[in-house]
C-alpha cells in the first residue's frame, strides 16, 4: 500500500499562487473536519488556534477521534472537556503528562491507549488495510513559512508529523515564523499542504514580561533568574505564567524536570557509572526521563572523544558536546559527522542556538530514525533509557505506574534498546533510581505488579544503572541476575529481595 504515501513534491515556479489560494480562516480550516473523522495531532504539534476552532465545533459534530500521539496540553486541552464528550474521543500512543493530567482524569477510562512503536506505526495501515482499525483523514500541524523554493520545515520537532502528512487525506497546517530549519528529511512543500492559516503566537513585549517577573515570590525569582535564558524562547511565556503560583520547592522541580538547577543526588551517581559504560567512538542515544535528561550536564560524556549521537530526541547539553568537539560523528557508521534525530525537544534555548541551518544537525521521521534495522546498523550504539521499576529477573517497566495504570508510553525505548542490544559492540543501559515515594518503595521488585507493562523482556536487559552501581545481566540466569540486581537495590530492601529470590530461584 506504498501507493498510500503522497510522493514528495519537486520545487514548483508557482508554489506562492499555490500558497495563497490555500490561505483560510481559522474557521474555514476547522470546517473541513466531519463527524466520523479521525483527527491526527501529531507528537509535539504546535498547532493552536485551529484545534480551539475544532473543538468550539463540538455542538455540531459527533464520533470525531482526536488522535493525540503526544501531542501537549495546549493543543487538546479542550477536547478534554466534559461538554465535549459527544463530540470527540481520543486515542494516544503516547501517555506523557499532556494525557495523564487532562482535565477528565486522562487515564484510560477517557483516553484509549495504542500499543505500537514509532517505527511500526504505519505497518497496519499500509501493510494489512483490511485488518487496520483506522484511517488518516485529518492531520493538524505546524509549519514554517516558505523558503525560496516553497518548502517549509515542521521546525524542531519533526517526529511523526511528516509521516502522517504524506498519508493524510487532508492536511491542514498553522504557518509559524518561528519555526528553525534543520536538514535531514524536516521539511513538506506547499503543493503537499490542502489548506493553510497563518498564526505566529506572540512573543511578551518588554512590559508584559516585567509585569510577570514581578508577580514572581522574590525567592522563586532570585532561584530562576540565573536559569530563564537556558528555557526555549518557545516556553518562557508559560513558565512565567505558572511561576507566579508557586513556591520555591515547586519552582525547583518544575526546572529540574528541565535538567535546570541542581541535579538530584541520584543523579550525579548515576552518571558516574553511566560513564564508566560509554567508550570513545561509541554513538549514543539517551531517552527522555528525569534521570537520563540530568546525565549531559553532570558530564557523563566529558573526557570522551569523537562520541556519534543518533537518537528519538536530543538531551539537554548536546550543543556544548558538539562544540567542545566531544560529539563529532567521526566514526560513526551512519550519516558520520552528523547529529541524527528526529525532535530535538529536550533542549536548552542555548542548544537550538546552533541548529537553525546548521548542516551538522539532521532530522529523520521516527518510522526511520528508531527502526530496529537502521539502529541495530550502528556500530558501538549506546542505547540509554528509564524505567519505572525492574523485576528480579531483569523484566522492565516503563510505561506503569502502581498496579496496571498507563503513566507513560515507550516512546522509541523499546527499538533503541533492541537495536543497541543488536548492534556489534553496542549496549543498552536503563537508569532507575533505587527507590520510588520519597524511598517507601524499592523500584527493583520480586514480581511487577499484576497488570504492569513489560516494556523490555528480560531477554533484552542489558545494564541497570541505580545510584549504589551497575548491574550486569546480559548472560546471566535467574540466580545470577537476581543477585546483581540486589546488590544495586537500596540497602533498606536488599534482604526483602534476597529472599524473595531464594523462594523464587532456589526450591
Not at 554513538?283 to 569523537?306: E, H, N, Y
Not at 536487559?461 to 540466569?477: S, W
Request: charge should be negative.
Amino acid at each position: 500500500m506504498r501507493d498510500m504515501i503522497r510522493p514528495a513534491s519537486p520545487p514548483t515556479a508557482n508554489w506562492r499562487d499555490d500558497y495563497l489560494r490555500k490561505l483560510v480562516s481559522t474557521e474555514d480550516a476547522a470546517g473541513v473536519v466531519k463527524s466520523g473523522d479521525r483527527v491526527v495531532f501529531p507528537t509535539a504539534s504546535l498547532a493552536r488556534v485551529v484545534p480551539a476552532a475544532l473543538a468550539a465545533r463540538r455542538d455540531e459534530l459527533e464520533n470525531v477521534t482526536i488522535d493525540t500521539v503526544g501531542a501537549p496540553m495546549a493543543t487538546l486541552g479542550d477536547f478534554f472537556q466534559e461538554d465535549a464528550e459527544q463530540a470527540f474521543h481520543t486515542t494516544s500512543w503516547f501517555f506523557g503528562d499532556f494525557v495523564r493530567t487532562a482535565p477528565r482524569g486522562g487515564d484510560s477510562k477517557y483516553t484509549v491507549y495504542r500499543p505500537e512503536t514509532y517505527s511500526m506505526m504505519m505497518k497496519p495501515f499500509e501493510e494489512r488495510p483490511a485488518e487496520c482499525p483506522f484511517t488518516i483523514d485529518v492531520v493538524i500541524v505546524s509549519v514554517s513559512p516558505p523558503d525560496p523554493h516553497g518548502y517549509c520545515s515542521f521546525g524542531a520537532h519533526l517526529w511523526t508529523k511528516r509521516s502522517y502528512c504524506r498519508r493524510a487525506k487532508i492536511v491542514i497546517a498553522e504557518v509559524n515564523e518561528n519555526h528553525l530549519h534543520t536538514g535531514g528529511v524536516n521539511y513538506i512543500q506547499v503543493s503537499e499542504i490542502d489548506y493553510l492559516v497563518e498564526h505566529t503566537p506572540s512573543s511578551p513585549t518588554d512590559e508584559q514580561e516585567r509585569v510577570l517577573l514581578g508577580a514572581i515570590a522574590s525567592d522563586v525569582r532570585a532561584f530562576v533568574d540565573p536559569l530563564l535564558p537556558s528555557v526555549p524562547h518557545s516556553s518562557q511565556l508559560a513558565i512565567l505564567n505558572v511561576l507566579a503560583a508557586v513556591d520555591l520547592d515547586t519552582a525547583r522541580i518544575l526546572f529540574g524536570k528541565m535538567s535546570l538547577g541542581d541535579p538530584p543526588e541520584e543523579a550525579k551517581k548515576i552518571t558516574q557509572f553511566v560513564s564508566e559504560l560509554i567508550r570513545d567512538g561509541d554513538t549514543f542515544q539517551i531517552g527522555v526521563g528525569a534521570l537520563s535528561l540530568w546525565i549531559t550536564p553532570c558530564g557523563a560524556f566529558d573526557d570522551k572523544r569523537d562520541l556519534g549521537m543518533h537518537s528519538e530526541v536530543t538531551a539537554p547539553g548536546y550543543g556544548r558536546l558538539v562544540t567542545e568537539g566531544i560529539v563529532t560523528g567521526r566514526h560513526k557508521s551512519f550519516r558520520p559527522g552528523k547529529v541524527t534525530t528526529s525532535a530535538f525537544s529536550g533542549s536548552h534555548q542555548e542548544d537550538l542556538a546552533l541548529i537553525d541551518n546548521n548542516p551538522i544537525f539532521e532530522q529523520y521521521d521516527t518510522e526511520y530514525t528508531n527502526d530496529i534495522r537502521t539502529v541495530s546498523a550502528i556500530d558501538n550504539f549506546v542505547a540509554i533509557n528509564n524505567a519505572i521499576s525492574v523485576d528480579l529477573t531483569g523484566q522492565i517497566n516503563a510505561e506503569t505506574g502502581i498496579g496496571s495504570r498507563m503513566i507513560n508510553g515507550p516512546g522509541g525505548q523499546v527499538e533503541m534498546h533492541i537495536g543497541a542490544i543488536l548492534s556489534r559492540g553496542g549496549r543498552a543501559i536503563t537508569l532507575l533510581p533505587s527507590t520510588a515515594l520519597g524511598g517507601a518503595v524499592s523500584r527493583i521488585v520480586p514480581h511487577l505488579d499484576q497488570g504492569a507493562v513489560v516494556t523490555i523482556p528480560r531477554y533484552f536487559t542489558d545494564y541497570i544503572v541505580t545510584e549504589y552501581g551497575i548491574a550486569r545481566l546480559l548472560g546471566k540466569d535467574n540466580r545470577q541476575r537476581a543477585e546483581a540486581l540486589t546488590s544495586v537495590a537500596h540497602p533498606d530492601f536488599r534482604a526483602d529481595l534476597r529472599k524473595a529470590a531464594g523462594d523464587s530461584f532456589y526450591p
